[in-house]
Structure formats: structure tokens, C-alpha cells
């Protein structure tokens, strides 16, 4: 890979083969270099290098879920890479210009996104972004295959575009790739997405290894919520150039952390033989076989999903979410057609509208509704029996059957109840099976219990 002046960033949407996609995800600057450097077991560490990154089980085999996470988009600069000198603009009004468009989108259109990419970040700063026609500090471009800087694009998909870091000529130019079905919906790329993250670079930003940032390789795009910066990228724009003056609304969203002991979830759920939990955008996937349990954006694995959910249960390899008055289903990494759905297809009684806790055991094959007033789960199919759940106070947040045992979680600590028994068999914090300290194995522990 030639680097030519201060390129910094290639937004990648899926490599042509895995293997550059692991040079450019891993920091070996070339294929051959790196197959010097490394040979075959060489390979399997990268693999894994990537799968940690990706939170996924660290098998160093390219299977179906590494691939499916390959595909997904990001930016082709390396993860790990810090940026030597930081590098700013020194004026607090920087001019832009589009020097060309894309025949996707009619050219209002795109100045809109382009406006409103620009304003995020002038939001959380003291810089003013001007649109002109004449010579600009950043110009903006769509481009079609070689276009003279040493990156050439390579048609649909692969490379989204690229941007360089301040300073003059090409510096805080951005490039995007003219050859992609760029949109402002859903489908093919979102323009507004690419572009805010495109803009962080051009304005000096690095990559960012928060998963709820916007400078997070990967391309991200929610239809569901309205595009922020996270408290991650406010600090780091406002490190560069300082606060806006205008005082700020609502705090930026923090990325939930894991180790926090006061973290509650929003849903946890059986998922063949690991626990996934849920919160806000967010979840962790708690596998016995996993040396590390990441936080990852519930879209990166299911970009289809709902997020802030009420909760899930997981049935023979299906997960079924709740979310107000709908469900949906996934099987393995693909939301079923046909969803949402609205949940009185559960026959609860009428007059429930949303779930608070959904639990489910393979043996009964059934759906409970957590009541608050009465303290227990409702059977959804009426003619099954109905379970009591001694001594667990209401309300709870989540419940998941697991291992024979069933955990409630209440706030930020969660009850171990043993249905055979009929009572609590042990209180935890809530993030005890996310490996913060002391917790390494309680996943190890239950899986041993159950068999
Ligand atoms: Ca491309
Ligand atoms: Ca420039
Ligand atoms: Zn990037
Ligand atoms: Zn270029």
C-alpha cells in the first residue's frame, strides 16, 4: 500500500479478499510484507487480532461470523495506529468546497448532507464551516477509480472514500469514492454517515476505540436514531479546538462501560450456548470461549436490530426482542421477514402493551410476562402452568434462564434463583458475567452446572 502525502483514512465497506482486509484491519502495511513477517500462523494470530476487535470467539478460523463482520463496513485505516504530531487547523472558520458530485444524488441534496454533517461537528466546537465556490481549506470530491493522489477508488463497494489530515493543498481534503449508490436513506451508503466521520478526519481526528463514536472504523449507520457524537468525540474535538461557546444542550451520549458497577441492562438473553446482553445501542456477548467480552453496537452484529429494547428471549436459535408493542425475530445474523410484529400475537391479556422480562425454557417451550403487581411470570399460553417466583421483588429489568437457573436482574444486581428449589441461591452485581475482576469464569461455572 503506497501512503502518499498525509492520506490518512480509506472508509472501507468489505475487502476484495479477507486477507487484505486483515493488513488493512492489523497495521502490516503490505500483503507481501506480512506474509514475510508472519506465514501461516501468522494468518491465524491476525485472524484472532481482528475477532477480538469485532468481539467474537477468538477461533483464528475464518467462520461464518468473522466473515459476516469482514463484510461489514469500515474505515481502512489501522485500529491500533496513533498520529504522531497533532495536527489542527489554526483558523476557527474554515471554508469548504465541492468540486464535483455524485450522480446518485441530485447536487441540493448532497449540499444539504454535506451542511448538516458540518454542523455536528461545529456544535461541539468554536469552528464555523462556509461553503464557497472559490479556493477552500477543504475541498470535497467525488471521484471515479485512479484521481491522482496514490489511492485510486475501485468501483462499488470496497473503498467508501478518504480524507487527509489538516494542513495545505490536499490537507482536510475529503474524497469519496463516485462509484457507490450513495443515498440519504437506508439504502446502499448513507452520504450523512460517511461523511461525518470523513469530516473528523479532515478537522484531525484519529480513529476512536469507543463503539458508540462516530470516529470508530467500522461504518455505522442507525435509521432508527438520530446521528450524534458521543462524549468520546466531543472530548476529542473539544482537546483540538476547545469548547463551543454556545452552551451546550443535552450531554453527548457516554458509551456504557462495562466494569461500571452501576450498570443495569435493558434485556439479556440465552444465545445457543452464550448470553448477550443488552443496553442502550450496546451489548456483550458472554462466551465460554471468549478470552475477552467486548462492547459492540448491537447493529455491528444485526444491522437491522431495534435498539433500547425492553427485552429477548432466545427459542431453539431464534432471538425474540420486545420493544414497546412489537417483536421481532432473528435466527443467527439475519432478522426474519415479516417483522416487527405486535405482541398480541402472544395472547397476553389485553391490556398488557409492553414486556418487561421475557423468559423461556427450552423443556416448556414457553413465554412468561414478569407482572409486577403480582409478582410472577405469566404464562403466555394460558392453558400452561404458571410459575411463582418467590421472594424476587418487582420490578425487574431482565430475566434469563440459564444453566438451569434463572437470573433476575434488578437495577445493577441480579438474583440467582434455582426453580427446583424455589429460592435464591445467590445475589451478584449485574455485570458479574462481563469479566470485571474476579468474575473471569462465571460463565465457565454455569455451562460446568448445567452439565
Ligand atoms: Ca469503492
Ligand atoms: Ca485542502
Ligand atoms: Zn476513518
Ligand atoms: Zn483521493
Known amino acids: 500500500m503506497t501512503y502518499y502525502g498525509n492520506r490518512i483514512d480509506r472508509y472501507e465497506t468489505y475487502p476484495k479478499n479477507c486477507l487484505l482486509y486483515l493488513v488493512l484491519c492489523c497495521n502490516v502495511s503490505s500483503f507481501i510484507q506480512w506474509l514475510a513477517a508472519f506465514g501461516s500462523k501468522g494468518f491465524t494470530a491476525k485472524v484472532k487480532e ?3 476487535f469485532f468481539g467474537l470467539a477468538t477461533s483464528g478460523e475464518l467462520d461464518q461470523q468473522t466473515l459476516a463482520a469482514m463484510t461489514r463496513g469500515r474505515c481502512g485505516l489501522s485500529d491500533t495506529e496513533q498520529f504522531g504530531e497533532t495536527t489542527r487547523w489554526r483558523t476557527r472558520t474554515l471554508s469548504y468546497r465541492i468540486s464535483s458530485y455524485s450522480s446518485q444524488m441530485k447536487p441540493p441534496q448532497i449540499r444539504k448532507v454535506f451542511r448538516a454533517a458540518w454542523r455536528i461537528w461545529a456544535r461541539a466546537t468554536p469552528l464555523k464551516f462556509k461553503r464557497t465556490s472559490t479556493e477552500a481549506d477543504i475541498v470535497i470530491s ?9 489511492s485510486p477508488f475501485d468501483g462499488p463497494g470496497g473503498t467508501l472514500g478518504h480524507a487527509f489530515l489538516p494542513g495545505p493543498g490536499l490537507g482536510g481534503d475529503v474524497h469519496l469514492d463516485a462509484e457507490e449508490n450513495w443515498t440519504s436513506s437506508t439504502t446502499g451508503y448513507n452520504l450523512f454517515a460517511v461523511a461525518v466521520h470523513e469530516f473528523g478526519h479532515a478537522l484531525g481526528l484519529a480513529h476512536s476505540s469507543d463503539p458508540g463514536a462516530v470516529m470508530f472504523p467500522t461504518y455505522q449507520f442507525d435509521p432508527h436514531t438520530d446521528l450524534q457524537l458521543s462524549f468520546q468525540d466531543v472530548q476529542d474535538i473539544q482537546t483540538l479546538y476547545g469548547k463551543s461557546p454556545i452552551k451546550p444542550g443535552k450531554p453527548p451520549p457516554k458509551t456504557p462501560d462495562k466494569c461500571d458497577p452501576e450498570l443495569s441492562f435493558d434485556a439479556v438473553t440465552g444465545f445457543q450456548e452464550e448470553l448477550i446482553f443488552f443496553k442502550d445501542r450496546f451489548m ?3 462466551h465460554p470461549t471468549f478470552e475477552e467480552i ?4 448491537i447493529r455491528s452484529l444485526w444491522s437491522d436490530m431495534p435498539t433500547y429494547i425492553d427485552a429477548a428471549y432466545e427459542n431453539n436459535g431464534t432471538i425474540v426482542i420486545f420493544k414497546g408493542s412489537q417483536y421481532w425475530e432473528v435466527k443467527g445474523l439475519d432478522m426474519k421477514d415479516g417483522f416487527p410484529r405486535d405482541i398480541s400475537d402472544f395472547d397476553f391479556p389485553l391490556k398488557i402493551r409492553s414486556i418487561d422480562a421475557a423468559l423461556h425454557f427450552r423443556e416448556i417451550s414457553s413465554v412468561f410476562r414478569y407482572d409486577e403487581k403480582q409478582k410472577q411470570m405469566i404464562d403466555g399460553y394460558p392453558q400452561m402452568i404458571m410459575h411463582e417466583w418467590p421472594a424476587v421483588p418487582s420490578p425487574v429489568d431482565t430475566a434469563v434462564a440459564y444453566g438451569g437457573l434463572v437470573y433476575f436482574f434488578i437495577g ?3 438474583l440467582e434463583f434455582d426453580p427446583k428449589l424455589q429460592h435464591i441461591t445467590n ?3 449485574a455485570n458479574a458475567w462481563l469479566r470485571c475482576g474476579g468474575q473471569r469464569t462465571m460463565i465457565n461455572m454455569a455451562i460446568a452446572n448445567n452439565s
Open 427 to 429: 445475589k451478584m452485581p
Open 412 to 414: 445493577n444486581r441480579q
Open 142 to 150: 467525488f471521484n471515479i477509480k485512479d484521481h491522482d493522489d496514490g
Open 50 to 52: 481482528m475477532q477480538r
Open 284 to 286: 456483550w456477548r458472554a
Open 294 to 297: 467486548k462492547t459492540t453496537l
